[in-house]
């Protein structure tokens, strides 16, 4: 949700069920942020209560427009630009004398204010949807060792830029409870132009067939020289991944926090390895 500055938000609990989350067995809350008055209201209230204040200022910046412009076309001839200084005078008489409202925020009329052009208005980042993925190959009771975390890194650098389904990646390679279990999570921004496609996507269970078959990608067009065993078959099994959508920033905000080892509960952590816990992000950082 958004907040800007001159608003205030009012912090409401939601129904039974819709303030809170069902995450690897535990239940988590979160809070909804509820602005008093939206984006569009609050602009048209702002213009139209310093409308007098607006026309000095939009008349001011036009003549200042118009001298630049008049300026560009002289050409040196005192006959030929007689008529364009002749103007230029005439509008540097009325820009003598600099509005005292100059200092307040230009505002276009509220019918040509889009969403995209109030948010820069406000100065606002809108939160972008955020998806949690958990990956587990079949590994456990294997001994982990560089080759593995290798080939983990090259695959998650893959997923990140496939398809440019993504702008913004953390994750985290751990080894599990009993440190036999290479395992990866990773919470990564959803790029606003194919938020729809990847949604679908998602929801279709096509993203996770394409998480699998970039598992396989990596090892025909990379490969791992002594990694041994049958690479390309450590994800068959259907919970090897695991994808959540996060559409509140609160939750996308403890899932990040979810990948560092010391924000896990105890029934959570990972036994001490010489390697591990390994992280890696992509794009800019989160907020």
Same mark, same amino acid.
């Given at each position: 949700?958004?907040?800007?500055?001159?608003?205030?938000? /009012?912090?409401?609990?939601?129904?039974?069920?819709?303030?809170?989350?069902?995450? #690897?067995?535990?239940?988590?809350?979160?809070?909804?942020?509820?602005?008093?008055?939206?984006?569009?209201?609050?602009?048209?209230?702002?213009?139209?209560?310093?409308?007098?204040? %607006?026309? !000095?200022?939009?008349?001011?910046?036009?003549?200042?427009?118009?001298?630049?412009?008049?300026?560009?076309?002289?050409?040196?001839?005192?006959?030929?630009?007689? #008529?364009?200084?002749?103007?230029?005078? *005439?509008?540097?008489?009325?820009?003598?004398?600099?509005?005292?409202?100059?200092?307040?925020?230009?505002?276009?009329? !509220?019918?040509?204010?889009?969403?995209?052009?109030? +948010?820069?208005?406000?100065?606002?980042?809108?939160? %972008?949807?955020?998806?949690?993925?958990?990956?587990?190959?079949?590994?456990?009771?294997?001994?982990?060792?560089?080759?593995?975390?290798?080939?983990?890194?090259?695959?998650?650098?893959?997923?990140? *830029?496939?398809?440019?389904?993504?702008? *913004?990646?953390?994750?985290?390679?751990?080894?599990?409870?009993?440190?036999? %279990?290479? +395992?990866?999570?990773?919470?990564?921004?959803? &790029? =606003? +132009?194919?938020?729809?496609?990847?949604?679908?996507?998602?929801? *279709?269970? &096509?993203?996770?067939?394409? %998480?699998?078959?970039?598992?396989?990608?990596?090892?025909? #067009? #990379?490969?791992?020289?002594?990694?041994?065993?049958?690479?390309?078959?450590?994800?068959?099994?259907?919970?090897?991944?695991?994808?959540?959508?996060?559409?509140?920033?609160?939750?996308?905000?403890?899932?990040?926090?979810?990948?560092?080892?010391? &924000?896990?509960? !105890?029934?959570?952590?990972?036994? /001490?390895?010489?390697?591990?816990?390994?992280?890696?992000?992509?794009? +800019? =950082?989160?907020?």
């Amino acid at each position: 949700m958004y907040i800007c500055e001159g608003m205030r938000a /009012q912090i409401v609990q939601s129904g039974p069920n819709t303030n809170k989350i069902l995450d #690897e067995g535990i239940i988590k809350y979160y809070i909804k942020d509820i602005i008093t008055m939206d984006l569009r209201s609050q602009y048209e209230k702002e213009y139209y209560l310093n409308e007098d204040l %607006l026309e !000095p200022i939009r008349e001011y910046q036009q003549n200042l427009q118009s001298i630049n412009l008049l300026k560009q076309q002289l050409t040196g001839d005192i006959y030929k630009d007689y #008529e364009h200084n002749e103007q230029i005078m *005439k509008l540097n008489n009325k820009v003598k004398f600099i509005p005292a409202c100059t200092g307040f925020k230009q505002m276009e009329h !509220p019918e040509v204010m889009t969403l995209e052009h109030l +948010h820069r208005y406000y100065k606002i980042i809108p939160y %972008l949807p955020c998806v949690m993925i958990n990956i587990s190959p079949a590994w456990k009771g294997r001994q982990i060792d560089s080759k593995m975390i290798k080939y983990f890194k090259l695959y998650m650098a893959y997923v990140f *830029k496939d398809c440019e389904r993504f702008t *913004k990646m953390k994750y985290v390679l751990e080894c599990g409870f009993g440190g036999d %279990l290479l +395992h990866c999570h990773a919470v990564a921004e959803i &790029n =606003p +132009h194919t938020l729809k496609m990847v949604k679908t996507q998602i929801n *279709k269970g &096509n993203f996770q067939r394409s %998480l699998r078959k970039l598992w396989a990608k990596v090892n025909r #067009e #990379e490969g791992v020289e002594g990694i041994g065993g049958d690479i390309e078959g450590l994800l068959k099994n259907r919970h090897s991944i695991q994808v959540q959508i996060i559409n509140k920033k609160e939750i996308r905000d403890d899932k990040l926090d979810y990948l560092i080892e010391e &924000n896990k509960p !105890p029934s959570h952590s990972n036994k /001490q390895h010489s390697m591990l816990p390994w992280g890696m992000s992509y794009g +800019h =950082p989160f907020d």
